[in-house]
């Protein structure tokens, strides 16, 4: 015997409380499972509404208006692009990296965060693009409060801010992190400066003087690799090359400094940290070339080491 209709949808609806996206999705499928098989009648109603959820819930994961938003942290730093609509930040996105995401002269192109991973001196970093904050956007204006949550768990902001656009938006998006108690490494990044005009950094740096300002263009190589540069001293982080049987690897390892030669051997194995006797270090931290050193020197960024066991 089934379960009154009437009991049937009032547990499905206290299923679904809190449920949001593609857990509701799951769960209003699992109801539907649940649900006697009837063409007709209240069964088969509950049946249609049931599936007229999973529309909303797709429809409605599809604009911002969640209090989290979960962005899955990839690659030794995560750095947000941050700024007003329509000023170039997936355009950047675009060109620091290999996904291939709508760009428009117009606001609101970007609706979600959008994380893409970019090599920078042979480090992968995870980039953000967060959709355009808007004033008001600390107290939930245009599902503000989501967008600034993912901001609490990166480790650096680039602001974005258009060169040939009045300063005071990058105040107002600023303002609002600020408002939101966040306080992370930052710096500006002065976009579609193809566009921008001899005095807009000038301006720019009036309102945020405790920034350093990049002038970036899409069209322009340099610029972007001034903005790999950037983004890089924002994380914090230095670049160390293994070295071993006189062969020096390619791909560096990224650390938090201070770290010693007893962090590194470390990062490659916990048993090559017990038994090294030390290292021989080649670069900024080293006296001279191949330098000995013991376990509890500090490397530098750019240095190449050798673990000796
Ligand atoms: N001339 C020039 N145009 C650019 C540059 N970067 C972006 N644009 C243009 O600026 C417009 C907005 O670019 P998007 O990358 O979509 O900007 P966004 O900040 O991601 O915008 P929303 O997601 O809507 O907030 C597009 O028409 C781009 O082609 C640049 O360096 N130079
Ligand atoms: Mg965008």
Redesign the pocket.
């Known amino acids: 015997m089934p379960m009154p209709h009437r009991t049937f949808a009032a547990l499905a609806k206290r299923r679904l409380v809190g449920k949001e996206g593609r857990e509701r999705i799951r769960e209003v499928r699992n109801l539907l499972a649940e649900l006697p098989d009837y063409k007709n009648g209240p069964y088969a109603d509950l049946r249609k509404s049931l599936l007229a959820e999973i529309e909303d819930a797709r429809v409605r994961s599809s604009a911002v208006h969640r209090d989290s938003i979960a962005v899955r942290r990839e690659g030794a730093a995560q750095v947000a692009l941050v700024?007003p609509?329509?000023?170039?930040?997936?355009?950047i996105l675009q060109a620091l990296s290999e996904i291939q995401i709508k760009?428009?002269?117009?606001?609101?192109?970007?609706l979600r965060p959008v994380p893409a991973l970019t090599r920078i001196g042979g480090v992968l970093v995870q980039l953000v693009?967060i959709?355009?904050l808007i004033e008001g956007a600390a107290d939930d204006r245009g599902g503000g409060r989501a967008l600034l949550g993912v901001l609490r768990s990166v480790d650096a902001i680039v602001f974005?801010a258009r060169g040939d656009e009045d300063p005071s938006l990058l105040g107002i998006v600023r303002g609002e992190v600020v408002a939101a108690g966040i306080d992370k490494p930052a710096a500006i990044a002065m976009?579609?400066?193809?566009?921008a005009d001899p005095d807009a950094a000038t301006r720019l740096r009036a309102i945020a003087p405790d920034l350093p300002i990049v002038a970036?263009?899409?069209?322009d190589e340099r610029s972007l690799d001034e903005l790999r540069e950037t983004i890089w001293a924002l994380t914090g982080l230095i670049r160390v090359r293994l070295r071993s049987n006189g062969v020096t690897e390619d791909e560096p390892l990224a650390l938090h400094p201070p770290a010693t030669v007893d962090v590194v051997a470390d990062a490659v194995h916990h048993d090559l940290a017990a038994s090294s006797s030390g290292a021989r270090v080649w670069g900024p931290s080293a006296k001279f070339d191949g330098q000995r050193v013991g376990r509890d020197h500090e490397v530098l960024d750019g240095d190449v080491v050798e673990i000796l066991r």
């Open positions: 700024g609509p329509n000023v170039g930040k997936s355009s760009t428009g002269d117009y606001a609101f192109t970007t693009e959709p355009g974005c976009t579609r400066a193809d566009e970036v263009s899409v069209l």
